[in-house]
């Protein structure tokens, strides 16, 4: 920790009355000079600070973080846009083919708007009470991930359509990873040097891919010599490209001789019935919704391959504020989800407890 700039000058200060024998006056050259001085060494001291902390990849930020990362071959993922479908509506009656080139530019209203680009050309016919085209966020982020009817404004002027709107959500929008994020990906990856023998070392290219939200490896799997890489796509970046994007990366990077194969990782959805008993002063109606978003909270963090036990799933209603106890129905029992699947939702059936 770096010396604070009053405690240099007073430093300073008391060694100049030790050779002197007195302090110096407040406005003399030689005051204003160590004062000067002092500021010059604390800042020195800021930044020495500084610099041992991008030493280190656990305390290292930003660009430096990089740097370390790209020792052990990783990069940071870059920003993803959200995608959908824009929905264009005529003023009135259309006697005529209208096109809607790629490149048209819609958005959401407010003081700050999120733009979205049409991907696609398209035709409104003649007696057609809409058309649609795929669009893109313009930038990448999470912000482009906007609720059904949340665009409302066209910036590109289209006559004769009248208004343009978002039917459904737009999603896969993700933000540029975060330090704390990458820095997880880092350690794993100094806990499992890229040795190519190890499922960790695949893990981790897989991981490394824009639009991978998941990745399991299984060695072996189809005999001796393979590799199945079972991966779950977050859905920033069109699935059938993320498939294609992490067999480039492995097939370039595999050791010689092994057979590697990427697969889809498949989606489980289970079903769980309780009795919630809600806390004194709590109505039943105020906490089930807690509770869902609980249960959900704690699926979000299962892998490819983890099972969701029912222990997990009532540690996650007890520490629900509101609720006082649950009990499980007598048919409920852990979700298991195999190596190549992954729980993504649990419904909750809930009764309340009297």
Request: with cysteine; proline share 4%; glycine share 10%.
């Amino acid at each position: 920790m770096s010396e604070e700039y009053s405690k240099v000058l007073e430093r300073m200060r008391n060694e100049y009355f030790q050779q002197t024998g007195v302090y110096p006056d407040e406005n003399s050259d030689i005051e204003i000079k160590m004062k000067i001085l002092a500021g010059e060494l604390h800042a020195l001291g800021v930044n020495i600070d500084w610099l041992k902390r991008q030493l280190n990849p656990e305390m290292a930020d930003g660009q430096y973080l990089d740097y370390h990362a790209a020792k052990l071959g990783l990069t940071r993922k870059s920003p993803a846009k959200a995608s959908g479908t824009v929905r264009f509506y005529p003023s009135g009656n259309v006697f005529l083919d209208y096109t809607i080139n790629a490149g048209t530019l819609v958005s959401t209203a407010g003081k700050n708007p999120v733009r979205f680009t049409t991907v696609e050309t398209v035709v409104l016919h003649p007696g057609d009470e809409y058309v649609e085209a795929l669009a893109v966020a313009v930038d990448g982020g999470s912000n482009g991930n906007v609720n059904p009817g949340e665009i409302s404004v066209m910036v590109s002027l289209l006559f004769p359509i009248e208004k343009a709107t978002n039917p459904q959500a737009f999603t896969g929008g993700t933000d540029e990873e975060s330090d704390e994020v990458f820095r997880g990906r880092i350690k794993a990856a100094q806990g499992f040097p890229s040795t190519g023998s190890n499922a960790a070392y695949y893990e981790k290219l897989a991981l490394s891919v824009a639009g991978v939200g998941a990745a399991y490896v299984a060695p072996q799997r189809r005999g001796k010599g393979t590799i199945d890489i079972f991966i779950l796509p977050n859905g920033a970046v069109e699935e059938d490209d993320v498939l294609q994007n992490v067999k480039n990366l492995v097939l370039n990077e595999r050791e010689l001789g092994v057979d590697v194969e990427v697969l889809k990782a498949t989606t489980v959805q289970g079903n769980v019935t309780v009795t919630i008993y809600p806390a004194e002063g709590y109505t039943f109606d105020a906490v089930k919704h807690k509770c869902v978003q609980a249960v959900t909270d704690k699926v979000s963090l299962l892998t490819i391959g983890q099972d969701l036990k029912l222990s997990d799933i009532g540690d996650a209603l007890y520490h629900t504020q509101g609720v006082g106890d649950y009990k499980f129905d007598s048919s409920a029992s852990n979700i298991i989800a195999g190596t190549n699947r992954i729980i993504t939702s649990v419904s909750l059936t809930m009764k309340e407890g009297v």
